[in-house]
């Protein structure tokens, strides 16, 4: 997917979460209920996530994503996502649970961005709560010198039809592959897989130098 097909999904997905948003505060003037408050409430979050995702690509240039890489702890990223996405499928009524995937101990501290780290996740796990069967697994390991983040699904698989008729799918992976490419060390730079997973559904790999 080239950045201009990439942008117009995201305008497209945007268009929609603002009617969809726009019904739920219609709700909460008839009925305003403190569990349609929340609902309403994270889907201004889920918008403003898609607009920030819209504004990384827009400034994307040739030279790819500007990144700045601090020492970060992946593990703590990884449970904030966690506690972020279980709430979120809690207030949604989501029949998908999420869990951290236990591996061998991640290292402590890795220099990466993690803002544009946690909008490639955010997409990986959006995409893959819409493909799962029941359950998402995220994780975070380092493997021949680079750290891994996956987040796999329990659903049907590599070419799986998309259930919702969703965009959101290429565009991730679009976002994912400039966030990936953005974080280079000496020769090396990250990238993006997508794979058959332990549960048989897909396991993204976000890897970074």
Avoid at 30 to 35: E, G, L, M, N
Wanted: hydrophobic share 40%; net charge negative; charged share 20%.
């Amino acid at each position: 997917m080239d950045r201009s097909a990439a942008l117009a999904l995201i305008a497209h997905d945007l268009k929609n979460a603002l009617g969809d948003l726009e019904t739920e505060l219609s709700q909460l003037i008839d009925d305003p209920a403190p569990v349609l408050a929340q609902r309403a409430h994270l889907h201004c979050t889920d918008l403003r996530r898609q607009f920030v995702q819209f504004l990384t690509l827009y400034s994307a240039g040739q030279d790819g994503l500007r990144v700045l890489c601090e020492d970060e702890s992946p593990i703590e990223l990884l449970e904030a996502l966690l506690r972020q996405w279980s709430l979120k499928l809690k207030l949604d009524d989501h029949p998908i649970s999420i869990h951290l995937r236990q591996t061998a101990s991640p290292p402590p501290f890795w220099y990466f961005d993690r803002r544009l780290v946690q909008l490639a996740l955010d997409s990986a796990i959006h995409n893959a709560t819409r493909f799962a069967n029941g359950h998402v697994w995220i994780g975070v390991h380092e493997q021949d010198g680079q750290l891994c983040w996956t987040v796999d699904d329990d659903g049907a698989g590599l070419g799986a039809d998309d259930p919702g008729q969703e965009s959101a799918t290429g565009l991730g992976h679009a976002l994912a592959e400039a966030v990936a490419q953005a974080h280079r060390h000496a020769n090396r730079r990250g990238s993006v897989t997508l794979d058959t997973g332990p549960a048989g559904g897909v396991r993204f790999t976000l890897q970074l130098p």
